[in-house]
Nanobody, 120 residues
Framework: QVQLVESGGGLVQAGGSLRLSCAAS????????MGWYRQAPGKQRGLVAT???????NYADSVKGRFTISRDNAKNMVYLQMNSLKPEDTAVYYC??????????????WGQGTQVTVSS
């Protein structure tokens, strides 16, 4: 079983910055893709950014140029640096990871979510 724990959310004014962190733990053999998703009230959960084990990244159009995803493979962690935040970035942000466990089974795990609120 693989657990993900996010941290770093909070309340920030528009134009400000926040950095989210996510730590993966458990019976991890390897992690392939890691990513961040978000869900605003009344909306479906959607992609923010993903990063492969090799460092290839993918971003939602709405965050390109403002958000940066990175990871530390040695620590099984993924980060999301969020700059120039807008009120429409307000949402619960979820960490996601998929890979292989020590028992050679695939895992696909989500964190519990962290609230990001951007005031105007």
């Amino acid at each position: 079983q693989v657990q993900l724990v996010e941290s770093g959310g909070g309340l920030v004014q528009a134009g400000g910055s926040l950095r989210l962190s996510c730590a993966a733990s458990g019976s991890i053999f390897t992690i392939n893709d890691m990513g961040w998703y978000r869900q605003a009230p009344g909306k479906q959960r959607g992609l923010v950014a993903t990063i492969s084990s090799g460092g290839s990244t993918n971003y939602a159009d709405s965050v390109k140029g403002r958000f940066t995803i990175s990871r530390d493979n040695a620590k099984n962690m993924v980060y999301l640096q969020m700059n120039s935040l807008k009120p429409e970035d307000t949402a619960v942000y979820y960490c996601h990871a998929e890979g292989v466990t020590n028992w050679a089974s695939n895992f696909n795990s989500w964190g519990q979510g962290t609230q990001v609120t951007v005031s105007s």
